[in-house]
């Protein structure tokens, strides 16, 4: 599967942004889907993801109660809502496709995901 994610930009805090992430070549719908960050001179970590039916969505607890994860099946697409940014919101934000089923806990290792996208940079001025 290929992976294009878009709509990142410049916000001021307390702003807002929809990232999305565009799925081809691959049965989207049997993906979980991820999005990671990675900020200037740090690793990258785990946001959010979804699971393959959409029921089931997890979280960070630093972007809990700001950002929601979603997925249409029919677009092939994966989105990430962010509101209530924080210039600590500040990365490159890359969407991942894992192909195997995963428990909860493996949910946020970068390690269990296949694919991934080419990110997009968002950031927070203060």
């Known amino acids: 599967v290929q992976l294009q994610a878009s709509g990142g930009g410049l916000v001021q805090a307390g702003g807002s942004l929809r990232l999305s992430c565009a799925a081809s070549?691959?049965?989207?719908?049997?993906?979980?889907m991820g999005w990671f960050r990675q900020a200037p001179g740090k690793e990258r970590e785990f946001v959010m993801a979804?699971?393959?039916?959409?029921?089931?969505?997890y979280y960070a607890d630093s972007v809990k109660g700001r950002f929601t994860i979603s997925r249409d099946n029919a677009k092939n697409t994966v989105y990430l809502q962010m509101n209530s940014l924080k210039p600590e919101d500040t990365a490159v934000y890359y969407c991942a496709a894992a192909s195997q089923s995963l428990i909860v806990s493996s949910l946020a290792y970068d390690s269990k995901y296949d694919y991934w996208g080419q990110g997009t940079l968002v950031t927070v001025s203060s």
């Open positions: 070549r691959g049965t989207f719908s049997s993906y979980t």
């Open positions: 979804i699971k393959r039916g959409g029921g089931s969505t």
